[in-house]
Nanobody, 121 residues
Framework: QVQLVESGGGSVRPGGSLRLSCEAS????????MAWFRQAPGQGRETVAH????????VYADSVKGRFTISRDNAKSTLYLQMNNLKPEDTAVYYC??????????????WGQGTQVSVSS
């Protein structure tokens, strides 16, 4: 079972930026498509961004398109999410995982603890 550890969250003002990281415990990370998900209080988990195993074909939820960038470094078994122009509605706990299907929320591995992102003035 691959372990996932998310980091990089924090509290920022609207318009600010954060860079999230997700480190996987096993180099098989490089064999799988990966995604960032988020869950706001009282809401279900949603896919934010998805990237193929080879680092190509990034796709985004409409709500973050043009502001967020997903990337990965398979040599480091690490996934990234650069978040710019953050908005209050981006406030959520952010998770990474390997989905069975693009924009699906069923995942291959157990969820990590996530990292909290809070955007407020």
């Amino acid at each position: 079972q691959v372990q996932l550890v998310e980091s990089g969250g924090g509290s920022v003002r609207p318009g600010g930026s954060l860079r999230l990281s997700c480190e996987a415990s096993d180099r098989t990370f490089g064999n799988y498509d990966m995604a960032w998900f988020r869950q706001a209080p009282g809401q279900g988990r949603e896919t934010v961004a998805h990237i193929r195993a080879n680092g190509e074909g990034a796709v985004y939820a409409d709500s973050v398109k043009g502001r967020f960038t997903i990337s990965r470094d398979n040599a480091k078994s690490t996934l990234y999410l650069q978040m710019n122009n953050l908005k209050p509605e981006d406030t959520a706990v952010y998770y990474c995982n390997a989905p069975f299907a693009r924009f699906g929320t069923q995942t291959i591995w157990t969820w990590g603890q996530g990292t909290q992102v809070s955007v407020s003035s």
